[in-house]
């Protein structure tokens, strides 16, 4: 059936934004396997879990299916992933390597990043991130990855502010 004109410049439906069990007001210890389910990152990674809310920071109780990843996205927000069980590998803007039990990783903000676990075991990860933006981030397109990776020119110092006069004091 073909699409109408009205259809076809209507906006895309918005995804439902996921919502961690929110913490506080009583709610001060949580049982992470039985609080919720949800995808990490539904149009990027296969990592799934739960998640808990408070008013600055979120933390999640994820796994990652053997063999299975995250292919190249980014968040405004910083994210930091702690290994319990299995080994990650990962690239973040173009460095890579293999986090093992123990390891944390940062992902900075806009940090174009990708994660695979290894073959033979899932992965299971605490998440953190700051609440600045939500738990999903925007699938990185081919062109903007490769940007991304390659590394990135220093800075350009501009001009120092100018310096505030010193109130005379009495």
């Given at each position: ?101 123990g390891s944390l990783l940062y992902f900075p903000p806009n ?55 010193a109130s005379s004091r009495k």
């Open positions: 059936m073909p699409k109408t004109a009205a259809a076809s410049n209507a906006a895309p439906a918005a995804r439902p934004v996921p919502q961690g069990v929110k913490a506080g007001k009583g709610k001060y210890c949580f049982e992470m396997a039985r609080v919720n389910h949800m995808m990490g990152g539904p149009d990027y990674s296969t990592a799934h879990g739960s998640l808990v809310e408070g008013e600055r920071f979120m933390m999640g109780l994820m796994r990652m299916p053997k063999g299975t990843g995250a292919s190249p996205h980014n968040h405004p927000n910083e994210q930091w992933v702690y290994i319990i069980e299995g080994h990650l590998s990962y690239n973040v803007d173009g460095t890579t390597g293999v986090a093992h039990p940090a174009v990043h990708s994660t695979q676990a290894s073959p033979d075991q899932d992965v299971v990860f605490l998440t953190g991130k700051d609440t600045s933006y939500g738990l999903w981030g925007m699938k990185a397109e081919a062109k903007q990855a490769a940007k991304r990776s390659k590394p990135r020119a220093p800075a350009k110092r501009g001009r120092a502010p100018a310096k505030r006069r």
